[in-house]
């Protein structure tokens, strides 16, 4: 079992930056990919970025280019660091894991907030 706590949302101004932590524990030698999703009201939850244990990355497009994912392993944390923040990045940012079984887990989310 993995278990994954989110810190760092909030409210920003447009165009302004936020950075996500992502702290795992318990199996985490287990963990492959970790990763970010997103959820805004009325909305289905959508991927923003990943990173596997090799250093991979892909990001959504919408995110590409403001957005980048970094994984500490030492710490075994995973990061986003959001830059040139817009209103409709507004949403439930939720902390993914996935072990090498496939297995899903999940962080219980964290509010990002950006006014125009």
């Known amino acids: 079992q993995v278990q994954l706590v989110e810190s760092g949302g909030g409210l920003v101004q447009a165009g302004g930056s936020l950075r996500l932590s992502c702290a795992a524990s318990?199996?985490?030698?287990?963990?492959?990919?970790m990763g970010w999703y997103r959820q805004a009201p009325g909305k289905q939850r959508e991927l923003v970025a990943a990173?596997?244990?090799?250093?991979?990355?892909n990001y959504a497009d919408s995110v590409k280019g403001r957005f980048t994912i970094f994984r500490e392993n030492a710490k075994n944390t995973v990061y986003l660091q959001m830059n040139s923040l817009k209103p409709e990045d507004t949403a439930v940012y939720y902390c993914?894991?996935?072990?090498?079984?496939?297995?899903?887990?999940w962080g219980q989310g964290t509010q990002v907030t950006v006014s125009s």
């Open positions: 993914n894991a996935e072990d090498y079984g496939e297995s899903d887990y």
């Open positions: 990173v596997t244990s090799g250093g991979s990355t």
């Open positions: 318990g199996s985490i030698f287990s963990i492959n990919v």
